[in-house]
């Protein structure tokens, strides 16, 4: 079973429905035992970094046991920022430093150039490296609402990115951890062709 985690995030449903599209089914939960037994956990978000730590916390255990053991786990938008060590949106709370780096603002200067931000819209990727949930998938365009991007410590990590005057990690990809800054469920059919790679990954 994939299980998306309720920890009080305002878009779980949204996540759930693109795995509907796909034809899998997808549970919501909070309870501790299902999110422990999940094949796959996917933890998605919106808001700002220190509602979803303070949220998360109760939760952080049991991510961190689930990567450790191996499976298959895919954050998305905030669910990626929230893997990573800090961020300056939220000054003095940790992340789950699953990755260490830290979650940057975009920098003003942009404005200058009439560029906006949040950055929010349509960016084609520039694929990096080989990632799993990457296949079949190239230089296409998916959709973006943030304010804050992610600066890992180590590039390696990085799968492929956007360029947004600075260069956007767009996906992480390491082992069996997977993440987006992009909202694959709101990127049409390209989208949910990553979520299917996903899905493809979980044992049944």
């Given amino acids: 079973m994939i299980t998306i985690i309720d920890y009080g995030s305002g878009n779980l449903k949204s996540i759930k429905n693109g795995f509907s599209k796909i034809g899998v089914d997808t549970k919501i ?3 501790t035992n299902e ?25 952080a255990e049991i991510i961190h046991q689930h990567i450790e053991n191996d499976k298959p786990f895919l954050g998305i938008c905030m ?20 990755f260490e780096g830290d979650v940057i603002k975009f920098p003003e200067f942009l404005k200058n150039r009439g560029m906006k931000i949040p950055h929010m819209g ?10 799993p949930i ?51 469920e709101k990127s049409g059919s390209i989208g949910l062709r990553i979520l299917k790679n996903f899905v493809e990954l979980v044992s049944p």
């Fill in 35 to 59: 999110l422990k037994s999940s094949d796959a956990l996917v933890l998605p978000g919106v808001g700002a970094f220190g509602y979803t730590m303070k949220n998360l916390y109760n939760y």
């Fill in 134 to 184: 990457l296949n079949n998938i190239d230089s296409d365009y998916m959709y973006f609402v943030h304010s804050y991007y992610v600066k890992p410590s180590d590039d390696a990590i990085i799968a492929a990115s956007v360029d947004y005057g600075v260069e956007v990690p767009a996906v992480i990809c390491k082992d069996q951890v997977f993440a987006t800054q992009f909202h694959p």
């Fill in 122 to 131: 349509w960016n084609n990727l520039k694929i990096k490296s080989d990632c």
């Fill in 29 to 31: 939960s909070r309870d």
């Fill in 79 to 98: 669910g990626l920022q929230a893997l990573f060590s800090k961020s300056q949106e939220s000054e003095g709370v940790e992340g789950l430093n699953i």
